[in-house]
T-cell receptor, first 112, second 113 residues
Framework: GQQLNQSPQSMFIQEGEDVSMNCTSS?????WLWYKQDPGEGPVLLIA???AGELTSNGRLTAQFGITRKDSFLNISASIPSDVGIYFC????????????WGAGTKLIIKP | KAGVTQTPRYLIKTRGQQVTLSCSPI?????VSWYQQTPGQGLQFLFE???????NKGNFPGRFSGRQFSNSRSEMNVSTLELGDSALYLC????????????FGPGTRLTVL
């Protein structure tokens, strides 16, 4: 089936550092979504992207829809302890029945 | 507006039993999707229901089934439980099928012993 390659799988960072993660695929997507999941909870939508090249911010978070429509990036600036969690990308394929394809997640851990 | 609710939050079953999980979508949302999440894995799509009809189905065995009621509430059933069915089961709702902004519930943590 269709897959999204999300990397890195996990990140250990210091508080205050910037974070970058990405998702890539060999397929073309109409929509890219970024979610965050806290332990014991369901994922929460952070940013939605609908156009190639689109750059959207949500506070300290910035995400971009790749110009080739096959990738997306999420950046977090000046990380804080509450940024800890698992970040998922999800994409809706150009030719699909609206089913979302999900990345395996990036686990963000802040070093004490 | 209340969010997506799932019941129960935690469940322990033994192999061979069956289980039913419930999901109430956000008021006004008519589409409900179910996902299975295991440690270190992304979300694996189970199925989507819209207006009481199954619209999409993932690659899961027939032991996994679901339904949706006229009030948009949905149930998921797993029969003949296996150890590998232990997972977090997430439900997500959207206003209508074909929209991409899914709102998730907190999930039901199923443990099969």
């Amino acid at each position: 089936g269709q897959q999204l390659n999300q990397s890195p799988q996990s990140m250990f960072i210091q508080e205050g550092e910037d974070v970058s993660m990405n998702c890539t695929s060999s397929s073309i997507f109409n929509t890219w979504l970024w979610y965050k999941q806290d332990p014991g909870e369901g994922p929460v939508l952070l940013i939605a992207l609908y156009k190639a090249g689109e750059l959207t911010s949500n506070g300290r978070l910035t995400a971009q829809f790749g110009i080739t429509r096959k990738d997306s990036f999420l950046n977090i600036s000046a990380s804080i302890p509450s940024d800890v969690g698992i970040y998922f990308c999800a994409g809706q394929l150009r030719d699909s029945n609206y089913q979302l394809i999900w990345g395996a997640g990036t686990k963000l851990i802040i070093k004490p | 507006k209340a969010g997506v609710t799932q019941t129960p939050r935690y469940l322990i079953k033994t192999r061979g039993q069956q289980v039913t999980l419930s999901c109430s979508p956000i008021s006004g949302h008519r589409s409900v999707s179910w996902y299975q999440q295991t440690p270190g894995q992304g979300l694996q799509f189970l199925f989507e229901y819209f207006s009481e009809t199954q619209r999409n189905k993932g690659n899961f065995p027939g032991r996994f089934s679901g339904r949706q009621f006229s009030n948009s509430r949905s149930e998921m059933n797993v029969s003949t439980l296996e150890l590998g069915d232990s997972a977090l089961y997430l439900c997500a709702s959207t206003q209508t099928t074909g929209t991409d902004t899914q709102y998730f519930g907190p999930g039901t943590r199923l443990t099969v012993l």
